[in-house]
């Protein structure tokens, strides 16, 4: 099996993003500043992907936000956006407008419901979840017309641990493992199982000795 296709390109450069203000209206509304991308990752396709799997690749950014309205309160903001892959950035396709999908993700839906369920259930080893929404991306954007979806959730405390980092210590490796198990015991027991198990998605927070 051949490996998944990577672009080598930065969907979210922090020239662009760094700085710019991003609003919620709902549950009720609130202004935030990007203030640091923590994370970027992608679900690239290839060309026979998108012409005859009606694929689409999207990419994934994760950063830091400050609270505009009520300074000094912190969240992290998820960003899943369509883009193209490179190898159709020359091409005139036929029908190329509909290579745009406005709609909503499935993966967002799926996460925003996750994020709320657990959330009610007072989960201690996920985020919370603050708000979220779907927008457009205008003509300035990788895909005008594409999909463009945001999360806010609380900032957790902690970094992301590599599957080998010279900077943990073998202690330390036998302690996240030991903290795994409660965690991933609380989070089904809310009645989720994580269907996207890259190591990406967890954080680790030695002094509380949580994930």
């Not at 405390?157 to 010279?166: L, M, N, Y």
């Amino acid at each position: 099996m051949s490996p998944d296709p990577e672009s080598h390109i930065t969907w979210f450069d922090e020239d662009d993003w760094i700085g710019t203000e991003i609003v919620f209206e709902t549950p009720h509304a609130s202004r935030w500043r990007v203030d640091q991308k923590l994370a970027e990752s992608e679900d690239c396709v290839t060309e026979f992907d998108v012409q005859q799997c009606n694929m689409q690749s999207s990419a994934r950014g994760v950063f830091v936000c400050s609270s505009i309205d009520d300074p000094g309160k912190e969240a992290a903001v998820k960003i899943r956006m369509q883009y193209k892959p490179p190898s159709l950035f020359t091409q005139i396709l036929p029908h190329q407008a509909e290579q745009a999908k406005p709609e909503v993700r499935r993966q967002t839906e799926n996460e925003v419901c996750a994020l709320k369920r657990l959330t009610a259930a007072g989960c201690s080893s996920t985020p919370a979840f603050f708000a979220w929404k779907h927008e457009i991306q205008g003509d300035d954007g990788w895909v005008p017309g594409g999909y463009i979806d945001y999360i806010l959730m609380e900032r957790v405390p902690g970094s992301r641990p590599k599957i080998w980092s010279p900077d943990m210590d073998r202690e330390e490796r036998d302690e996240l493992r030991r903290a795994f198990k409660p965690a991933w015991i609380e989070t089904i027991a809310c009645g989720l199982v994580h269907d996207d198990s890259a190591i990406r998605n967890v954080v680790w927070h030695r002094d509380s000795q949580k994930w």
